[in-house]
């Protein structure tokens, strides 16, 4: 889990995110435990209802279930689902945002498409 919790967004969404990314990275596989609220609650120094909120957020979302008398297990299948929810994510807030913007300054398709090829940026 990272280190350090950025300022200006939710803390319950980071904490949310934080172990997304952990699934993802393949630190937390399907069907491990992730870690308590308890140890999310000391690694972050937050409060553990914050902790749960974040946790509880996940389960509503499917990526975690509750194992009885263990805690909180990711689902299987649970690293696809993150993963298309963050390639939605990715088209809804960056790809939109940037074709509008091309199309305001009469940029192509395939201008646009060069540019995101080369890396480089364009004046």
Excluded: W
Aim: charged share 30%; hydrophobic share 40%; proline share 2%.
């Amino acid at each position: 889990m990272k280190a350090v919790l950025e300022d200006g967004k939710n803390i319950y969404l980071q904490i949310s995110e934080a172990i997304q990314d952990d699934i993802l990275a393949g630190l937390i596989g399907e069907e491990e435990l992730i870690p308590s609220k308890n140890q999310i609650a000391k690694h972050f120094q937050i409060n553990p209802v914050t902790a749960l909120k974040g946790v509880n957020l996940l389960a509503d979302e499917g990526i975690v279930y509750p194992k009885r008398g263990i805690g909180m297990c990711v689902t299987s299948g649970a690293r696809e689902a993150i993963l298309q929810k963050r390639r939605r994510g990715l088209y809804e807030t960056y790809v939109r945002a940037l074709i509008r913007e091309a199309e305001k300054l009469g940029v192509s398709k395939s201008e646009l498409i060069k540019m995101i090829e080369s890396g480089e940026t364009h004046e």
